[in-house]
């Protein structure tokens, strides 16, 4: 296979507007593959490198929730093979560093070492422009492009009657959120569980607390739209937090006690500390939505007692090559409803006004057609 020149989404400085480019990729060498990108969702995280809050080393291409199909592979790879429909996964992992080892992959050593440089995981730059200059990817996959090159372990195979612009978001939202409901929070049937924000990620946690066997799911929000689709999507009681206190409600459809569980999926201040003060004593909260990481977050001492388990999570204990797999046949199986999450599809060239979007709350998921 010769070089392939392809269009991608280029960010060339915090603060700009991404520009499509022609681009430039290596052949896969011999643990890597090559996949034509048909789906591609704007995330938050791409929003926080245009913004700056994110620092990666520029040119970039961005996006890290995508889904294609397989166009080659290198002469080492087993298990896959073009026209293999695939997701990818931004979470590469070594398998035998400390953390691997432990069962652990979202610390593996390469991982953390190598995701701030922008490389990819084995530490090359194979996408360039069409200049010459190196182009960093984010997360190890830089998917707003016609294609992408990762290695093997990211790129998970799935049935191909799963339409791509739907599997794309189990790459990222739908992994983290369903993942954290049944991965990490120890829903138990019959619990009550709240889900605190109702973006992709939120609105998929509501449906892994259904798939847990939750017997209440209340969401939280302070949109009255995201609320309605969350009810649509299997929330029990929905609660808008500009009117209603979310821990009052918790307790009154649990004797009192409080939410057995609580996944926090908004990312501020005042839905972390709404999330310990909901929970019952001797219960778990999962905080997947971040802040800035110098921030300061602002507890009462005394929400924070009482046996409460609080764990920060970022990809729901992901393993691709089991869950993604799962997840989509639970699409196929009716249990998972994914195509409510898709706010639009837009073309590449209709990235910036897609962002744009994202950051003024407008969208649940836009997803990029290519």
């Not at 138990?188 to 992709?200: K, L, N, T």
């Not at 800035?292 to 609080?310: C, H, P, T, Y």
């Not at 409803?337 to 836009?366: K, M, P, V």
């Amino acid at each position: 296979m010769e070089e392939l020149r392809y269009s991608a989404a280029v960010l060339h400085a915090a603060g700009e507007r991404l520009s499509i480019e022609q681009v430039v990729t290596a052949p896969p060498a011999a643990d890597n593959v090559l996949v034509r990108v048909r789906a591609a969702g704007l995330c938050h995280t791409d929003l926080e490198v245009v913004d700056g809050g994110l620092h990666y080393p520029m040119p970039i291409i961005l996006g890290h929730e995508a889904a294609g199909v397989v166009e080659a592979v290198g002469p080492d790879v087993t298990g896959l093979a073009p026209g293999d429909h695939v997701i990818l996964s931004w979470n590469p992992h070594c398998g035998d560093c400390f953390y691997c080892r432990r069962d652990n992959p979202i610390l593996c050593e390469t991982y953390l070492r190598e995701t701030v440089k922008g490389t990819h995981f084995d530490g090359s730059r194979p996408v360039r422009l069409s200049d010459g200059r190196p182009l960093s990817q984010l997360m190890f996959l830089g998917a707003f492009a016609e294609y992408c090159h990762v290695s093997a372990g990211q790129a998970i195979a799935i049935p191909k009657d799963v339409p791509l612009d739907r599997a794309c978001l189990i790459g990222c939202a739908v992994m983290t959120g369903v993942g954290a409901a049944i991965n990490v929070a120890d829903i138990r049937p019959g619990d009550v569980a709240m889900v605190i924000g109702c973006g992709a990620v939120g609105l998929a946690a509501v449906q892994g607390a259904c798939m847990a066997g939750a017997g209440m799911v209340i969401a939280v929000d302070l949109d009255d739209a995201k609320l309605a689709l969350a009810k649509r999507l299997g929330a029990d009681v929905t609660v808008n937090a500009r009117h209603q206190d979310a821990a009052d409600v918790a307790r009154a459809h649990s004797a009192g006690r409080g939410a057995d569980v609580v996944i926090e999926a908004a990312g501020s201040g005042a839905a972390f500390r709404s999330s310990v003060e909901a929970v019952r004593p001797g219960g778990s909260v999962v905080w997947l939505g971040k802040t800035g990481v110098n921030d300061d977050v602002a507890f009462r001492w005394g929400s924070l007692m009482q046996e409460k388990r609080i764990r920060r999570n970022s990809y729901g204990d992901a393993r691709p090559a089991r869950d993604f797999p799962m997840l989509a046949q639970g699409y196929l199986d009716g249990r998972l409803l994914l195509d409510d999450l898709i706010t639009d599809r837009i073309a590449l060239a209709d990235i910036n006004d897609g962002l744009d979007r994202l950051r003024r709350g407008e969208a649940i998921r836009s997803v990029v057609l290519l």
